[in-house]
């Protein structure tokens, strides 16, 4: 049931994002994948772990770099970025004893990430969205 609602949620946000025109903005899922990375950081928080925190931060500093090199070069690299944060949801638990995250969440999370990683995909591989950034100096 995580998959469905992970997917359903990720599809309303693609669906916003287009209605809104918010995805014409190159920041715009770049964003999103520090966003989504983030939440570790706050499960990390609330279950009163530093060492989870500090394992987290480098999975955030990790996630957010890609989306830093994604936005500034090609976005294909944000596509690569929310895929592989999937697949780091499902291997999450593995990798990090992280006492604040709900059970239900890399499952959840991981279905969002590839939803939105093949919606960002499907608009470069469309010509929706420019892939490279343009300079304008």
Not at 15 to 44: E, G, H, K, Q, W
Not at 89 to 109: K, T
């Given at each position: ?11 309303l946000t ?123 100096s």
């Amino acid at each position: 049931m995580e998959y469905v609602i992970g997917t359903v949620v990720a599809l309303l946000t693609a669906l916003f994002a287009r209605l809104t025109r918010f995805d014409r903005d190159r920041a715009f899922y770049p964003t999103v994948l520090v966003v989504i990375a983030l939440y570790y950081i706050l499960f990390a928080a609330m279950g009163g772990s530093a060492h989870a925190l500090r394992l987290e931060s480098i999975q955030l500093a990790i996630f957010a770099g890609i989306a830093v090199v994604g936005f500034r070069s090609n976005l294909w690299w944000v596509v690569a970025g929310l895929a592989g944060h999937g697949v780091y949801d499902l291997a999450h638990g593995h990798l990090v004893a992280n006492p604040g995250v709900p059970v239900w969440w890399p499952s959840f999370c991981s279905a969002a990430d590839v939803f939105l990683a093949a919606s960002l995909g499907w608009l470069l591989y469309r010509g929706a969205l420019l892939a490279r950034a343009v300079r304008l100096s």
